[in-house]
Nanobody, 121 residues
Framework: VQLQASGGGLVQPGGSLRLSCAAS????????VGWYRQAPGKQRELVAT???????NYADSVKGRFTISRDNAKNTMYLQMNSLKPEDTAVYYC????????????????WGQGTQVTVSS
């Protein structure tokens, strides 16, 4: 399976972006998915996760500004980012922790290729 992230770009402080991540392949279902980010010189950090039933979890730094969602029928996840700050600048990666291809074929830990988000005036 491939995770294809898109939607990054350059935005001014206070602006918004919507990231998308589509999973391709013969997928039966995907369990937990999420977004992570890595700024230059820093470790990759969790931004938000969402379970297959819709339970969400956010890093404190993005609570109230970012919203994670998913469309299970399209095997796609989203990250709506509002009120962006310069410190949100990073490469954003999507992640799927458990992908079910069939009842006997379950695989783990897939990462997308990353999309750059730059917040600057």
């Amino acid at each position: 399976v491939q995770l294809q992230a898109s939607g990054g770009g350059l935005v001014q402080p206070g602006g918004s972006l919507r990231l998308s991540c589509a999973a391709s392949g013969s997928i039966f279902s995907i369990n937990g998915v999420g977004w992570y980010r890595q700024a230059p010189g820093k470790q990759r950090e969790l931004v938000a996760t969402i379970s297959s039933t819709g339970s969400t979890n956010y890093a404190d730094s993005v609570k109230g500004r970012f919203t994670i969602s998913r469309d299970n029928a399209k095997n796609t996840m989203y990250l709506q980012m509002n009120s962006l700050k310069p410190e949100d600048t990073a490469v954003y990666y999507c992640h799927a922790d458990r992908v079910v291809f069939s009842p006997i074929d379950v695989r783990y830990d897939y990462w997308g290729q990353g999309t750059q988000v730059t917040v600057s005036s």
